[in-house]
């Protein structure tokens, strides 16, 4: 079966609709013509300075048109996307791009000063891209951006070898334990496990013909599609994958202009661009959304918006009613999946129809597993691992053991399992308890934090909470738990236990409150848990 590559799909798309916006950043938009005829000449300069079939290209890179750009140029020239997350120290950076053997770094001004500090520790880069920022100039041992977008090209570039749905995207992820892992996706892989969500998808086989095009593209393609706005980072799977599918519909990708999210630019450019859906990662972004239509409602208009999807940490039920109070026909998806596992369920609110926290309805291919292999009743009661079966990732980049243990053969199918735990309910829906490799253990009890920090984040007083297991001499572990509050006299600690034990057994309610004004949160939406348990410890009875 000849499967789908990006390349092929977003030149048909450029040949549909030339003129309608494909990027827009401030009052920057590209059209899908010039977005083609950049990529192009940004694929025909990494090939010219030495990258072959299938080398990495490293995304240094904040939330910016570039971004998707130079993600087309690969899939264009068979390069291979390597996502940065560009919080990474000197050290990390260094084990990412060595790990990914990358051939070239695409990075922006503001990134400079270490990617020079660094560059002479990883001597597989051919090529560094400098994007120009407004920080700095670019240094002399590095091509401008510009130059390379605008290297002349004979029609659409293809690398030496024949574009195919086999060529890879890697997506690196830090996950809880361990260094950050390579997760490799076939492109054939990835467009078949989106296009389904879409209303007119793709068949599984492409159709180009000889002139390379797409006529089930071309039949999908007869107007402009969607304003998307990732609010959550491109080198996060969640705003790149989204992104990707919007660009896949003929829609456009409104970036955020500034390196941190901001909700009054995030509403100003739903309203300007009429956006029709946004991507973002939990209460870490809804809660703040939220705040501000409340302290502001007629500041913007938000009825464009029609979804809003999120995916990677638990999204609060209050948080979903609250948001659906302004805009009514708001379709809110949270989507349970990761770097490693796409389709492991789902849940769906709107207007008079709102899910639990954390209770999803199973993925088509998805099942729970005890750790004998055997599936977990509805309504036992059972913990097990959740997993999912046919589209998955190839497995880790050269890590044989990772991958055998994270995508396991159970019962004779091939499953990504990549650590989630859950419980079924007798209806059939899933109770997401979260990841083992945090698990607390406290006097032979399993203690899920998730379970623990959602209660906690129902308080009024608390905007966002973790809980982390603390050295105990009776129990082993005990709970405590490190809460973000503005005001921490705002709340009596008894009370606030009291409220969590409402919900949950008492033993997984915290035994000690550690206010802060702030969990910092990466861009992501993920915390450090390590961190913050040695910060629990530290201050336990105290």
Not at 178 to 185: A, E, L
Not at 240 to 246: D, E, K, M, R
Not at 456 to 462: E, F, P, Q, Y
């Given at each position: ?164 749905g ?7 992820t830090?996950?809880?334990t ?8 076939r ?94 990662v ?14 502001e ?42 770097s ?51 589209r ?7 890590d ?14 091939r499953?990504s ?28 009890e ?22 982390v297991g ?48 702030s ?24």
């Open positions: 079966m000849t499967e789908w590559n990006y390349a092929d799909i977003w030149e048909n798309v450029a040949r549909c609709l030339p003129e309608a916006p494909a990027l827009i950043h401030g009052d920057l938009t590209r059209t899908w013509s010039e977005l083609d005829q950049r990529a192009n000449g940004v694929a025909r300069h990494l090939l010219d300075a030495g990258c072959g079939h299938q080398d990495k290209v490293a995304f240094y890179l904040y939330n910016r048109p570039e971004y998707l750009e130079t993600f087309f140029a690969c899939t264009k020239a068979s390069l291979v996307h390597v996502n940065t997350n560009y919080r990474y120290a000197d050290d990390e950076l260094v084990y990412i791009w060595d790990n990914a053997d990358a051939a070239a770094v695409v990075f922006q001004g503001a990134f400079t000063e270490t990617a020079d500090r660094i560059r002479d520790r990883v001597p597989s880069v051919l090529a560094w891209l400098w994007v120009d920022d407004g920080v700095g100039d670019c240094p002399d041992w590095a091509t401008p951006y510009e130059e390379a977008a605008a290297t002349q090209t004979d029609g659409a570039v293809h690398g030496a070898t024949p574009r195919s086999d060529d890879l995207i890697f997506m690196y830090g996950g809880t361990g260094m950050p892992k390579g997760v490799m996706w492109q054939g892989d990835l467009v078949a496990s989106t296009e389904p969500s879409n209303r007119h998808g793709l068949p599984l086989e492409h159709d180009l013909d000889d002139d390379g095009v797409s006529p089930s593209v071309v039949a999908r393609t007869v107007k402009p599609g969607p304003v998307s706005i990732p609010c959550c980072p491109l080198m996060h799977g969640t705003g790149l994958f989204n992104s990707v599918n919007t660009l896949s519909l003929g829609g456009s990708i409104a970036t955020l202009t500034g390196t941190k999210f901001s909700v009054p630019t995030l509403l100003d450019t739903i309203d300007e661009h009429q956006a029709k859906s946004i991507f973002i939990g209460d870490a972004f809804a809660k703040p959304i939220l705040a501000a239509l409340d302290a409602p007629d500041r913007w208009d938000f009825s464009s918006l029609r979804v809003i999807l999120s995916s990677g940490v638990m999204w609060s039920a209050e948080s979903k009613e609250g948001l659906l109070r302004h805009n009514e026909k708001l379709i809110l998806v949270d989507a349970f999946g990761s490693e596992a796409m389709g492991l369920g789902r849940s769906v609110s709107s207007k008079g129809d709102s899910s639990k926290t954390a209770s999803f309805s199973l993925g088509a291919n998805a099942a729970v597993f005890r750790d004998d292999g055997e599936l977990v009743e509805p309504g036992s009661g059972e913990i097990g691992k959740i997993g999912v079966k046919g998955t990732p190839v497995g880790y980049y050269k044989e053991e990772k991958s055998r243990a994270t995508f396991p053969e159970i019962n004779g199918v499953y399992v990549p650590g989630d735990f859950a419980t079924i309910e007798a209806d059939g829906t899933i109770t997401l308890l979260g990841r083992g490799s945090v698990c607390i253990n406290t006097g032979g399993k203690v899920f934090p998730e379970e623990v920090e959602e209660a906690l984040k129902r308080h009024d007083a608390i905007t966002d909470a973790i809980a603390v050295p105990d001499d009776r129990f082993g572990s005990a709970v405590h738990a490190v809460v973000e509050t503005p005001d921490a006299s705002a709340f009596d600690d008894e009370d606030v236990i009291a409220f969590v034990k409402s919900s949950i057994a008492g033993y997984k309610a915290p035994r000690q409150l550690h206010p802060v004004t969990l910092d949160r990466a861009a992501n939406g993920k915390v450090d848990y390590k961190r913050w348990t040695a910060y629990a410890t530290d201050n336990a009875g105290s």
